[in-house]
């Protein structure tokens, strides 16, 4: 009861909507406005605002699950989590070959 465990949580409202109008937010520096996160080989990832062009050779990180309250995607199974990672995980031994890995 002292010592609870501690949660690390950190949230930034970036966009603001009233009816058809949005209001974009940024604090200290951030960048305002809906984001989107990429994958390139080699582990590179990047963020840039929802629209952006892509990096090039990337994939998209983040796909939608709900829109408007509704559910428009659905989670993978776990099977499928472990052989994406796995992949990943292979690439990346493959991008830095001198690091030991166990």
Same mark, same amino acid.
């Given at each position: 009861?002292?010592?609870?465990?501690?949660?690390?949580?950190?949230?930034?409202?970036?966009?603001?909507?009233?009816?058809?109008?949005?209001?974009? #937010?940024?604090?200290?520096?951030?960048?305002?406005? #809906?984001?989107?996160?990429?994958?390139?080989?080699?582990?590179?990832?990047?963020?840039?605002? =929802?629209?952006?062009?892509?990096?090039?050779?990337?994939?998209?990180?983040?796909?939608?699950?709900?829109?408007?309250?509704?559910?428009?995607?659905?989670? =993978?199974?776990? =099977?499928?989590?472990?052989?994406?990672?796995?992949?990943?995980?292979?690439?990346? #031994?493959?991008?830095?070959?001198?690091?030991?890995?166990?």
């Amino acid at each position: 009861m002292a010592y609870p465990p501690v949660v690390d949580l950190s949230a930034k409202i970036v966009e603001v909507g009233e009816g058809s109008k949005k209001e974009f #937010r940024a604090k200290r520096g951030g960048l305002g406005g #809906r984001k989107e996160a990429f994958r390139s080989p080699g582990f590179r990832d990047y963020v840039a605002l =929802e629209g952006s062009p892509k990096p090039n050779r990337s994939t998209p990180l983040l796909k939608p699950l709900l829109k408007n309250g509704k559910p428009v995607g659905s989670f =993978e199974d776990l =099977e499928g989590i472990r052989t994406r990672l796995r992949g990943d995980l292979d690439a990346l #031994r493959n991008a830095a070959p001198s690091l030991q890995w166990r």
